[in-house]
């Protein structure tokens, strides 16, 4: 088998997402509105605690450079998921499975088409807060690589996740993945230190990939620098969710394959 | 272009293919036929390798499913009454999609044949979800057709079809039976229509294949008037016709 006749396969995943874009509002408008509000609320808010500060630390920067890097993870994680239900909606399984496509190649075609929406909403969050709030975001560095990088791959590993979940439980499940980030968000330290949290929520706190990259950027934005050893704590952690995403997306794929659920999705279940 | 031997489903205790083996040749339109449950479209979602077997083998155009999937599959495409295309995609944009997966050359213009060929030159930008049923079927066989399959698996494939347009497709798949280096699988509850299209047919009960034949000269061998009649003496009868 060709690399060049898995391209075209990808190609093909990536090309019906386009085309739904392409074709409606509805699914372009919310790529950014939320993102936006987002900024614009935040925005306000750290101008709100700079009046309060005694205007020795700027919140600019702390807050909206936070909720843009979350919210980059947060994209990154819908690009994947929300192609996944495009499948879902239109009751597309077995056409897509029954064709030659390998599970490899489907699951590529939408992470890129993540990486392609994630990267473009970036770029308008990034415009919107300079524009209107004067952050400053590249003051970070050259460790806006790295960050980004670690976000955009745990976005990723919780959307394959997140589709493994759909799979295995059916169109209903749906609502199981919206909330994911909110629930994740209080552990990921987005906003404060891990310091702020008590002792036991610290160790869970550590678990979750994100939160060495929002200590990291803290600690960039305050002059401290990131340290070697978080960053690859977080290399490592980000590493295995992707990995065990992977694995339970498989799973899932293979049981639905020998139960015969993949024929039978809209009845959510067979067992 | 298809050999299935000994193949078997089981959910648990329940038993939905019992061991079935058959073939199907170049240029055969064979039927697949029975009541409901007697585990046609299980075999047919074997054979499109979205449910695994229990034991058995499938092996299309000297590909073994179990260790060629992709290869298999290639060759292989199906249209099916529970399996419509993509509503928010127009028609040319769903066969585009569906040529680039089953890697058709020369896409683009195969497409336009496809389109002139099932009558869809009209609605090429219309999304398919806005089709009648019957428009929604020309479309799922233009896509089955992409790939000039060598196995063609069609699960009631004229269901919703006017009887003009459905006489119009069974000649359309008789051509492509006859034209091309392949085999057709066809189900369908239409006695009439199988008797037209059908060289052999084979009635499925329970999971088991229980009679195989010409489909003209076999209700005679039961001692039966019609294929229909035959039809319900399987259905509601079928240890009458075991051995």
Same mark, same amino acid.
């Given at each position: ?6 391209? +075209? +396969? ?13 074709? &409606? ?140 979940? =759909? ?50 950027? %803290? ?19 980000? $590493? ?32 | ?8 489903? +089981? ?58 999937? %992709? ?19 127009? #028609? ?33 930008? $219309? ?10 079927? +020309? ?25 003009? &347009? ?34 052999? =047919? ?29 039809? #319900? ?11």
């Amino acid at each position: 088998m060709t690399m060049g006749a898995s391209l +075209r +396969r990808v190609a093909a995943i990536l090309l019906r997402l386009f085309y739904l874009l392409r074709g &409606s509002s509805a699914r372009v408008v919310p790529l950014f509105a939320w993102q936006a509000v987002d900024i614009v609320l935040w925005g306000f808010i750290s101008r709100y605690l700079n009046t309060l500060s005694s205007a020795r630390f700027n919140f600019i920067p702390a807050l909206l450079g936070a909720i843009i890097l979350w919210d980059f993870l947060v994209r990154a994680l819908h690009g994947v998921i929300v192609a996944f239900f495009e499948d879902v909606w239109s009751r597309n399984f077995l056409n897509i499975f029954a064709a030659p496509i390998a599970i490899s190649e489907y699951l590529t075609g939408l992470v890129l088409f993540s990486v392609a929406t994630s990267v473009v909403v970036l770029a308008v969050m990034v415009v919107l807060a300079t524009a209107a709030f004067g952050l400053q975001f590249f003051t970070i560095g050259v460790m806006l690589v790295p960050f980004l990088l670690l976000l955009f791959l745990f976005g990723v590993a919780l959307g394959i996740f997140g589709a493994a979940i =759909v799979l295995r439980w059916g169109p209903a499940a749906e609502w199981l993945i919206w909330p994911l980030p909110a629930l994740l968000s209080p552990l990921a330290c987005v906003f404060y230190p891990l310091s702020a949290l008590p002792g036991w929520l610290q160790w869970v706190a550590r678990l979750v990939p994100p939160t060495y990259v929002f200590e990291g950027m %803290r600690g960039v934005l305050e002059g401290r620098g990131t340290q070697l050893t978080p960053m690859l704590i977080c290399t490592a952690l980000t $590493t295995l969710a992707l990995l065990a995403a992977c694995r339970a997306f498989l799973r899932v794929y293979r049981h639905a394959v020998r139960t015969g659920l993949i024929a039978r999705y809209s009845a959510e279940t067979v067992s | 272009m298809l050999v299935v031997k000994g193949l078997g489903k +089981r959910y648990g205790f329940t038993v939905a293919l019992d061991g079935i083996s058959f073939q199907v040749g170049c240029h055969e339109i064979v039927g697949l036929l029975g009541p409901n449950g007697a585990g046609k479209t299980t075999t047919i979602n074997i054979v499109l390798s979205v449910l695994e077997p229990s034991f058995g083998r499938v092996i299309i155009d000297g590909m073994d499913i179990a260790t060629h999937r %992709r290869e298999a599959l290639e060759r292989t495409n199906f249209t099916a009454v529970y399996a419509p295309l993509p509503g928010n995609l127009t #028609v040319w944009q769903n066969l585009r999609v569906f040529a680039m997966l089953y890697g058709v050359p020369s896409a683009r213009a195969r497409i336009e044949a496809l389109l002139h060929e099932y009558d869809l030159l009209q609605f090429r930008n $219309t999304k398919c979800g806005l089709l009648s049923s019957g428009e929604q079927t +020309r479309v799922s066989l233009a896509k089955a057709m992409l790939n000039q399959p060598r196995l063609l698996l069609l699960d009631e494939p004229t269901a919703s079809l006017d009887p003009a &347009s459905a006489r119009e497709i069974r000649s359309r798949i008789r051509e492509f039976a006859a034209q091309n280096e392949a085999g057709v699988l066809w189900t369908s509850h239409n006695m009439y229509e199988v008797s037209e299209v059908c060289s052999r =047919v084979l009635f499925v009960s329970h999971g088991k294949i229980l009679l195989e034949g010409d489909p003209k000269t076999l209700p005679a061998e039961y001692g039966k008037e019609s294929l229909e009649d035959l039809f #319900v003496t399987v259905a509601r009868e079928p240890l009458s016709l075991e051995d």
